[in-house]
């Protein structure tokens, strides 16, 4: 399995992004695709995770702004991003994995229950 994450870019504050994330190799029932961000100096941080048969669930920090959706016909993941801040700037990750070891989307806001990365795409936003 391998993951192309594309769509990043410059904005303004407020404005809207669409990331992409194709998945390559297989197609699987079973998922978890998780998004994550990382800014210079800090840690790679949860963002949001949707698994197969539940509802996305997301961090508290992007709440009402993000949204995961999935294209199951093209077997690409999206992150929408809507009134974007300036502390939205990072490179932005997605990660997969189809062992679904825990029904709490929680468990999959860690980024070692990830096996597979794709290569992060980097999103400023200016104020």
């Known amino acids: 399995v391998q993951l192309q994450a594309s769509g990043g870019g410059l904005v303004q504050a407020g404005g809207s992004l669409r990331l992409s994330c194709a998945v390559s190799?297989?197609?699987?029932?079973?998922?978890?695709m998780g998004w994550f961000r990382q800014a210079p100096g800090k840690e790679r941080e949860f963002v949001g995770v949707?698994?197969?048969?539940?509802?996305?669930y997301y961090a508290d920090s992007v709440k009402g702004r993000f949204t995961i959706s999935r294209d199951s016909a093209n077997n690409t993941f999206y992150l929408r991003m809507n009134n974007l801040k300036p502390e939205d700037t990072a490179v932005y990750y997605c990660?997969?994995?189809?062992?679904?070891?825990?029904?709490?989307?929680?468990?999959?806001?860690?980024?070692?229950?990830?096996?597979?990365w794709g290569q992060g795409t980097l999103v400023t936003v200016s104020s």
């Open positions: 990660g997969f994995t189809n062992r679904l070891l825990s029904g709490s989307p929680y468990y999959y806001s860690s980024p070692a229950r990830y096996n597979v």
């Open positions: 190799g297989r197609t699987f029932n079973v998922f978890v």
């Open positions: 949707r698994k197969s048969g539940d509802i996305p």
